[in-house]
């Protein structure tokens, strides 16, 4: 998973997170995961921003696919 803050007004990605990799569900199909806590750093100041997020499967054949990815506008306060 991939995430980030950019700012509404100008663009910036002021935070970029990678987290590990976890492992897949064992099970084919459509999945439905728990939500996991985002914490913003301290040194993001009050403003309009913009939450995207990837999430990557990586597969054993050695290809990667996108399997979801949002963009939600939210404000820091």
Known sequence: V???LVRLT???E???IIE???QPPGVLGVQDLPAAPRFV???VS???YRYMSEVFDLCPDGHTYIS??????LTIR
């Open 46 to 48: 009050p403003g309009q």
């Open 20 to 22: 590990p990799v976890r």
């Open 2 to 4: 991939h995430w980030s």
């Open 14 to 16: 002021v935070v970029k």
């Open 41 to 43: 750093p301290i040194s």
């Open 10 to 12: 100008d663009g910036v």
């Open 68 to 73: 979801v990815r949002k963009n939600v506008e």
